[in-house]
């Protein structure tokens, strides 16, 4: 079965997703983050097969998140370093990071963000740049940008919609109590 490209999808979710959806592309930028560079590296870090390895290299060198660079002749062996595009992908990262440490580690976080000159345990979140306020799903939502075409319009239209009226009825709404918190009355 040939996958679906989402190339010219209009969702810059799914654009991204087009560059480095593939689960091994992901963990290749996170690799060249912490500093590899060389296929041996991150063929030996991630156990992949060289054949899969040269295809996913590729295709971040043509998606511009890796730029090639020569380093031997002889034999010829080229490094992989990341662009600005690729370095970008950083608070993603984290952000997936703490997210998988927050759901899918029931035996505890096997990596964590740190100050680097504390030593103290940080805790991701998205802010705006600007304001530097936190983005949450109450205080913010999505809107059409200038590019938008008319479908993606009324999605979001429909969206906001259902948020809003979702936002209504969280606030008109009682809280109910959990079942320990009535126990212990």
């Not at 600005?84 to 096997?110: I, Q, T, Y």
């Not at 479908?151 to 969280?170: C, I, K, N, P, T």
Request: glycine share 8%; hydrophobic share 35%.
């Amino acid at each position: 079965m040939q996958r679906k490209s989402f190339d010219h999808v209009e969702c810059p979710i799914a654009r991204s997703l087009e560059r480095v959806g593939e689960w091994w592309s992901i963990l290749i930028i996170r690799d060249a983050l912490h500093g590899l560079t060389r296929f041996d590296a991150f063929q030996k870090s991630l156990g992949i097969a060289p054949n899969m390895l040269t295809r996913r290299l590729n295709a971040l060198v043509d998606a511009g998140l890796l730029q090639r660079r020569r380093y031997s002749e002889r034999p010829p062996r080229d490094e992989y370093v990341l662009t600005d595009r690729g370095r970008d992908l950083r608070p993603v990262l984290l952000a997936l990071m703490a997210w998988g440490n927050k759901h899918f580690a029931p035996e505890g976080a096997s990596v964590l963000l740190a100050e680097t000159s504390t030593g103290a345990v940080a805790d991701p979140v998205l802010v705006d740049r600007k304001s530097g306020r936190p983005i949450t799903e109450t205080d913010y939502t999505l809107i059409p940008g200038p590019a938008a075409g008319e479908r993606m319009r009324q999605r979001l239209a429909s969206v906001s919609q259902g948020a809003s009226s979702g936002q209504e009825r969280a606030r008109t709404q009682t809280p109910r109590r959990s079942r320990s918190a009535k126990e212990s009355e």
